[in-house]
């Protein structure tokens, strides 16, 4: 599998930016009207997150979403050869600037809309090395292709090979004043059910319990795509939850805040979110 990975992102690096998008529009037809892969939950999750949207305008909107997601894949393979971080424009950049300034390092809050490989690239590249608690994605070869080309890139993956790991690793990154991003849009099983978009669903409750023992700055941000491979990176002012002497009250009330940030910006690009994942489970 490795070899072929390899194989086809040299394919796909060969490909101008015009037959890369017509790729992924044929994939995303492919995927969502003919073979239908998860459109039922697609249009469901949709249903529950704007209850008011015509029907209509949610298949656009899912058909959309698999499009990014098929571009988001294009983008990164084809980042063997093409720069994935080379076309981004940033905005709202001095509230993370301000956050490193401070010498703590710094939390993202991050979920999946536009090209999150791409994101984590380009906060590398301009501020300083950029960690993501990510999954492994695959086994064998591909996750041994997919961690080469992060490395590459600068998107660095906080391993994490037994319990405890993950932990030190975030208080090491912060010590070392570079940024740790936190994705929170992942369901996992046993945590709470917690409001997004007004809908109890599972919420990752780790990255407010980490923060109350590591605190740093948290800044919210997401990227925008604007074209195939073009983008725009969101940084926006920094969250400061509030302490009490409650720690489990606080972990649940700073995740809900969390999910209230993420659905804020989901709002304003649905079509560039990952509608595919089973959140409401």
């Keep these: 599998m490795y070899s072929l990975m390899k194989t086809l992102a ?18 995303a037809f492919v995927i969502f009207d003919a073979i239908r892969l998860r459109r039922d939950l697609m249009l469901r999750n949709l249903g529950l997150a704007f209850p008011t949207m015509p029907e209509a305008q949610m298949r656009r909107v899912a058909r959309a979403s698999v499009e990014n997601f098929a571009l988001t894949a294009f983008e990164f393979l084809r980042s063997k050869r093409v720069d994935i971080a080379g076309h981004i424009e940033l905005d709202g950049v001095e509230h993370i600037r301000t956050a490193l300034d401070r010498g703590q390092g710094a939390y993202i809050l991050c979920f999946h809309l536009g090209n999150w490989e791409a994101m984590g690239a380009k906060c590398t590249r301009v501020l300083t090395p950029s960690h993501v608690l990510v999954k ?3 086994r064998g070869g591909v996750e041994r292709f997919v961690s080469e080309l992060r490395t590459q890139n600068g998107f660095y993956g906080v391993k994490r090979e037994k319990k405890g790991d993950g932990y030190n690793a975030i208080r090491d990154i912060l010590a070392r004043g570079e940024i740790v991003g936190f994705v929170m849009d992942q369901a996992r099983p046993g945590e709470p059910r917690l409001p997004f978009f007004g809908v109890p669903a599972k919420t990752n409750t780790s990255f407010a319990a980490i923060w109350r023992k590591i605190p740093a700055p948290i800044i919210p941000a997401f990227i925008e795509r604007t074209g195939v491979g073009r983008h725009t990176l969101h940084f926006f002012p920094e969250v400061k939850p509030t302490v009490t002497q409650d720690p489990e009250a606080d972990v649940l009330r700073h995740s809900t805040e969390f999910n209230a940030v993420v659905e804020t910006h989901v709002r304003k690009h649905p079509d560039q979110y990952f509608w595919m994942h089973n959140r409401w489970k």
């Design 10 to 27: 040299w394919g796909l690096g060969l490909l101008t930016p015009r037959l890369t998008g017509a790729l992924a529009k044929l994939i």
């Design 136 to 138: 492994k994605v695959g």
